[in-house]
């Protein structure tokens, strides 16, 4: 993982946006972690948008802690509606 200022940032944004590529990049100002750099290159567009939207990962860890069906049980409901 790479760490860079704010200001080398502002110098050098076409490397780090190239390093991000391989591997996250760290901002820091005044020596402490401000943002992340993550490299999306070659992904969907809309796959990018999904994975860094907030309400999209809410709605996620919502589904995650409802209750969940065995496939067995699912086959069997199913069968029942035909």
């Given amino acids: 993982m790479k760490t860079v200022s704010v200001r080398d940032l502002q110098i050098r944004v ?7 590529q391989s591997d996250r990049v760290i901002v820091t100002r005044h020596g402490k972690p401000a ?23 809410d709605m996620i860890q ?10 067995k049980t699912m086959r069997a409901r199913l069968k029942k509606k035909k």
């Fill in 14 to 20: 076409k490397e780090c946006v190239d390093s991000a």
């Fill in 35 to 57: 943002a992340v750099l993550i490299g999306v290159e070659g992904l969907d567009w809309e796959a990018v948008v999904m994975e860094t939207s907030s309400g999209f990962w």
């Fill in 62 to 71: 919502k589904r995650r802690r409802q209750s969940t069906v065995s496939m």
